[in-house]
């Protein structure tokens, strides 16, 4: 399903919020991204854990990824850096294998592809950004892609709770 808002830091959030996550529990991110990723995830109360990159790829070090792993560790989020997409496949299995959220954020890889596949089509869920910086603009803006039916089925009822805001 998709979901638009505001910003993808605010579909961000709200996909957090919508599974239960929050106070005490942990996000791991990239080291390398956005101001608006860990603001979201503050914003719901979680905690973001940093793991560092890969230096060929920019892209969240996958071997490092799994170290910082603990038991409060609720969702993954995997940026696509600079049009390079990550090694998602091998992180999601693990990933699902762990019962561990993984979130894809596509605001700079846009129509990348891995296997032929989106980039934004192969987690639980994915973020993308209409910021003016971005690879596709609208100004502001941002869309939520929920992949994960169980997750849609949330985010779907937490959607419909949101008042609409007066313009």
């Not at 919508?18 to 791991?28: L, N």
């Not at 850096?81 to 019962?99: M, Q, S, W, Y």
Request: glycine share 8%; aromatic share 6%; hydrophobic share 45%.
């Amino acid at each position: 399903g998709w979901f638009l808002f505001g910003s993808a830091r605010s579909g961000l959030a709200a996909l957090l919020r919508s599974t239960g996550i929050g106070s005490g529990d942990e996000v791991v991110v990239s080291s390398y991204t956005c101001l608006a990723v860990p603001t979201a995830i503050v914003a719901v109360g979680a905690t973001p854990v940093y793991v560092d990159i890969n230096s060929d790829s920019l892209n969240i070090d996958k071997t490092m990824l799994w170290k910082a792993v603990t038991e409060k560790t609720k969702a993954i989020i995997v940026q696509h850096t600079l049009g390079i997409p990550a090694a998602i496949d091998e992180i999601k299995n693990e990933a699902f294998d762990r019962d561990i959220i993984l979130i894809e954020d596509c605001a700079l890889a846009i129509g990348s592809k891995i296997n032929q596949r989106r980039v934004g089509t192969i987690g639980d869920a994915a973020i993308f950004s209409m910021e003016l910086s971005k690879t596709l603009s609208c100004g502001w803006g941002g869309l939520l892609l929920v992949n994960n039916p169980r997750l849609v089925t949330e985010m779907s009822h937490f959607y419909a709770s949101v008042p609409e805001q007066d313009v």
